[in-house]
């Protein structure tokens, strides 16, 4: 693929992202119309993707944080049904969220 083709697809990926995050139409078609609205919005563009990637790292620490609580839990609770460990996993985050509140730990 030359040089031209992948410019192009990372202007679209750019746009796409743009509208998405803005609610906003791309209008033009050309290289440059493209390169002008990707340039446009690079700052707010930038801004908002990293705080997606905070919030996704924060949201991460917390749930690895909370998933310890349970392993600890679990492993100084052996009356603890290994049946009502997997019945919280499949169903889901949220129900830890329970769990930890029913252990005290939240």
Do not use: W
């Not at 697809?9 to 390169?35: A, C, H, W």
């Not at 009356?79 to 329970?98: A, E, F, T």
């Amino acid at each position: 693929m030359n040089q031209v083709g992948v410019r192009e697809q990372y202007l679209n990926f750019n746009i796409k992202l743009t509208e998405q995050l803005f609610n906003v139409k791309f209008e033009g078609s050309s290289l440059e119309d493209k390169e002008a609205f990707v340039e446009q919005y690079k700052e707010q563009r930038n801004a908002a993707t990293a705080k997606i990637l905070s919030e996704m790292h924060e949201e991460h620490l917390v749930r690895r944080k909370e998933i310890e609580k349970i392993k600890q839990y679990i492993q100084t609770n052996p009356s603890y049904k290994v049946s009502d460990i997997q019945r919280l996993l499949m169903k889901g985050y949220k129900y830890c969220h329970q769990l930890l509140e029913e252990i005290g730990e939240r």
